[in-house]
């Protein structure tokens, strides 16, 4: 579009010149025909400028469609998915991660697609300080896979795996447990 604008209003400026010179006469007063020229001159310089603002118009346009065009793409969304974001900014970046996140928490993903960010890691003072109420309370945390009662079954399913200290730490392990339940006033006896 530009090299054809271009080429145009030079033709245009060439003919500007030209009838300025013609004009210039003073003989174009008396004649009708020169007089005509000066109007049609006059439009010509009125639609040159209202040529001018349509193409600021539509090089703002195309701009404003480059951008979002390069958005969409640096969100890894194909043209074909777009309309699963109608309604959205492509700019407003937390929507757009939102919306992305609940469209592959749905299962619907496509090649390019962002990963769903993954879930933050385990809070370790939340897990030390459950780990020491276990601690406190006699035995180990009752979700952890090591807990008293299902290394005893371990042990007891397998003896010939563990040796004589390893049953007696178990038993110590038991002991413990059941003297601080006994502190506590829940021996498990009801009465």
């Known amino acids: 579009m530009s ?18 010179k013609l004009l210039d006469n003073d003989d ?10 000066r109007r049609l001159r006059t439009m010509g310089k009125q639609h040159r400028k209202a040529l001018e603002r349509v193409r600021d118009e539509v090089r703002h346009e195309l701009k404003a469609e480059r951008r ?10 194909p043209e074909a998915a777009r309309t699963l974001f109608a309604g959205l900014d492509p700019f407003d970046g937390k929507a757009m991660e939102a919306r992305i996140a609940e469209l592959a ?6 090649d390019g ?5 993954a879930p933050p890691p385990p809070d370790p003072n ?3 300080q459950m780990a020491m109420m276990a601690a406190a309370a006699g035995g180990t945390h009752p979700d952890d896979a090591g807990d008293l009662a299902t290394r005893m079954r371990a042990m007891e399913d397998n003896p ?3 040796t004589d200290e390893q049953h ?13 339940a006994g502190r506590h006033g829940t021996s498990g006896a009801r009465g």
């Open 3 to 20: 090299d054809t604008y271009d080429r145009l209003t030079a033709e245009y400026d060439e003919l500007e010149q030209q009838a300025a």
């Open 28 to 37: 174009a007063e008396a004649d009708p025909k020169l007089a005509l020229t």
């Open 68 to 77: 979002t065009e390069a958005r969409w793409r640096d969100l890894g969304v």
């Open 105 to 110: 928490g749905a299962g619907i993903t496509w």
């Open 113 to 117: 697609a962002p990963a769903a960010p």
């Open 126 to 128: 939340l897990a030390a």
């Open 160 to 162: 010939g795996k563990y």
């Open 168 to 180: 007696a730490a178990i038993v110590r392990e038991y002991n413990t447990a059941v003297a601080s």
